[in-house]
Structures are given as structure tokens and as C-alpha cells.
């Protein structure tokens, strides 16, 4: 039996018609540009997310640092969420292969920096103090339950870049689950943005490969970071044609995550032992942890329930698990997850 995977959106494995688009995509060499599946990619994700330009990156983390590189140099300043993705979970990059110093700001239950705390993390003109260039975004916002932040939140931190002159760059890794929960067009959160990049490899499902857009100009010096990075591909057609096909079929499907990622924390409401927010489970993301009173760790509930059905959740620390939904996990796995859970902590 094939494990039911509720770890991340990550483990995803390509659909059957992503499959035959690999094994029949067109290709060519795509660092001189000559890919016909990878430019169709890059254009279908520019105009998905209302920019002129793409560019197709090994990951989510190749594209956030390419862009980062892209805008800011040695000794400039990025505002970012102390819990973002770009600042925790990447290896630290932008300091380790940019000299860019991150200025971390507290995030609230939702992800969203305060905008006056932004507006007074610019540094002044003075030569004491890092020049200030960039503000890092992110959108559904990760550690925050994938909570899905409004067009409002980036219109008013566009209102304070441009009062500044900085640049703003979306890690939107989930940014269809955003815009589907809000049922609004992805580009009403992009417009506000400099640049974004998205993920085709977690609940899209592709295999592999993420899409950096911006202006033309902006992703012609990207196309450069890209390849000091190591990221210049060559027959990557095999992997942009599951890419099209998770721009084109895969989108509105994620309110389907979402539904059964409400019906997953509304189940670990009702179990004894389990404490949860359910209303705060807008996207496909659940985080909840032990009541005090349950005798076991994380890790010992994992391990059981991994014995007992095949089904892996993450721990994320000694009392927090965190699920994630996707298109291989639906409504009968959600039920056996709350069955099997509910019976271990009995
Ligand atoms: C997954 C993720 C990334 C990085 O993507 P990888 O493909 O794993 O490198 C960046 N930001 C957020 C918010 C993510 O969830």
C-alpha cells in the first residue's frame, strides 16, 4: 500500500497526464534559449501572474535568491518576516552568496508585518547604516497556517517601497493556494510586487521547478544570477511540460485542498487530547500540538500512526504536528488520519 502522505505538499508525485506531456515534450537547449516547452512555461507563467517576463528555476529557494540577487547587492538591507521562508528556511543564502543583510520584523497571527514597523526599518540616508533596497513578501504566509494575505496588506507595503524607493519580491511558493482561498485573480496580489515566484512542485503537483517573474529587464539580469547559481538547465523541456500543465489544470483544484484541510482541523477540534484553531485553517496547511495531559511526544504519535495505517505527519517540535493537504490525500484519507488518530490517543 502506497504511504498517505500528509508530511507536505512537497511529496507530490506528477499526475498521470503531467507523465505523457514529459515523455512527449518538446525540447531543446535552454540556455541558449532554445527550449520551446520552457519558453511556453515562462510566458504562461508571466501572463498567469501579470508580469512580462518568466524564468524557470530548480526550486522555490533558487528562484527567492535569484531574485533577491537580482534586486540587492553586498551590504544592502532586506526587511523580512522573522518566521518567512526567504529568512528561516533557506540556508541563510541572501548572506551566504549575497553579503545582504536581513532585517527581521515581528510577524502576527497571520504573517503580516506591521506597515508603520516596516516604513521605521528604513534606514536613514547616513552612511552608518545598510542601504535599505529590498522588502521581502510572502503569500499563502507558511508558518502561519498557509494563511492567505490580502491585496490590501501589499498595497500598503507598496505605498511605503515606493515612498522609499525599494523593491519588493513575493516568495509566493503558494500563491495559487492564496489567491484561490480569496477567490480573487492571482494578480491582484502581484501587481503590487516587483517580482514573484511560485512553486509548480508542491500542491500543483509537478515533479520539479519554480517560475520567477518581473519585468523583462529585471528577468534578462536574472537569467545571469541563474547561471552563477548553477541553475541554467538544458533539455528542461521534460520538466516545463508538467509545469503547463499545472498552470493550465492544476489551479482551481486547490480549493479541494483547502475544503479537506477544514474538514481535517475540524475532526482534530472534536478529539480529546488534540488542541487546534480550526478557523484559522484557511489554505492547506494545519498546525496543531498535545494537550498537556496526553502522555506521549510528537514523535511517538508519528511513529504509531505510521505503524498502524501507513500515514506520516510531521513533528515540528516535542508537542506540534503539522498536515498538509494535497491532490493525493482526499476525503478518505483525511477520515482514516482522524480515526487512527483518535484511537492512539485514547
Ligand atoms: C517550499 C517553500 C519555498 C522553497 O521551495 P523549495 O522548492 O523547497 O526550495 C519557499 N518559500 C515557501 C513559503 C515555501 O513553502
Redesign the pocket.
Known amino acids: 500500500m502506497d504511504k498517505i502522505d500528509f508530511r507536505s505538499d512537497?511529496v507530490t508525485w506528477p499526475t498521470p497526464a503531467m507523465r505523457e506531456a514529459m515523455a512527449r515534450a518538446q525540447v531543446g537547449d535552454d540556455v541558449y534559449g532554445e527550449d520551446p516547452t520552457v519558453n511556453e512555461l515562462e510566458a504562461l507563467a508571466a501572463a498567469k501572474t501579470g508580469k512580462e517576463a518568466g524564468l524557470f528555476v530548480a526550486?522555490?529557494?533558487?528562484?527567492?535568491l535569484t531574485a533577491i540577487l537580482t534586486h540587492a547587492g553586498r551590504g544592502d538591507q532586506a526587511i523580512v518576516g522573522e518566521d518567512?521562508?526567504?529568512y528561516r528556511?533557506?540556508a541563510g543564502g541572501m548572506a551566504a552568496l549575497g553579503g545582504i543583510m536581513p532585517c527581521p520584523l515581528p510577524t502576527d497571527e497571520t504573517g503580516q508585518m506591521d506597515v508603520a514597523a516596516v516604513e521605521s526599518a528604513v534606514s536613514p540616508n547616513d552612511p552608518h547604516f545598510p542601504h535599505t533596497r529590498l522588502i521581502l513578501l510572502?503569500n499563502?504566509?507558511?508558518a502561519k497556517n498557509g494563511y492567505p494575505l490580502p491585496p490590501t496588506y501589499f498595497q500598503a507595503i507598496r505605498t511605503v517601497a515606493e515612498r522609499h524607493q525599494l523593491s519588493i519580491h513575493l516568495?509566493g511558493?503558494?500563491l495559487f493556494n492564496a489567491a484561490v482561498a480569496q477567490n480573487i485573480p492571482v494578480t491582484e496580489i502581484t501587481r503590487h510586487v516587483d517580482s514573484v515566484s511560485f512553486?509548480l512542485?508542491?500542491g500543483l503537483c509537478a515533479p520539479v521547478g519554480?517560475v520567477l517573474c518581473g519585468t523583462a529587464e529585471f528577468i534578462q539580469r536574472a537569467r545571469r544570477i541563474r547561471k552563477i547559481l548553477g541553475g541554467g538547465m538544458r533539455q528542461a523541456g521534460v520538466l516545463a511540460a508538467a509545469g503547463i500543465i499545472a498552470l493550465n489544470s492544476m489551479i482551481e483544484r486547490l480549493s479541494d485542498d483547502h475544503t479537506n484541510a477544514r474538514i481535517l482541523a475540524e475532526g482534530l477540534a472534536r478529539i480529546p487530547g488534540i488542541i487546534i484553531q480550526p478557523e484559522r485553517v484557511k489554505t492547506n496547511i494545519i498546525f496543531f500540538e498535545l494537550a498537556a495531559e496526553v502522555p506521549m511526544t510528537a514523535d511517538e504519535v508519528v511513529n504509531t500512526l505510521r505503524q498502524k495505517a501507513n500515514i506520516w505527519l510531521s513533528a515540528t517540535n516535542s508537542r506540534q504536528f503539522r498536515a498538509v493537504t494535497h491532490y493525493w490525500v482526499g476525503q478518505p484519507e483525511v477520515n482514516l488520519l482522524l480515526e487512527t488518530l483518535a484511537e492512539i490517543l485514547r
Open positions: 512537497t526550486s522555490g529557494t533558487m528562484g527567492n518567512a521562508h526567504t528556511y533557506e510572502e499563502s504566509y507558511g516568495d511558493a503558494r512553486c512542485s508542491k519554480s
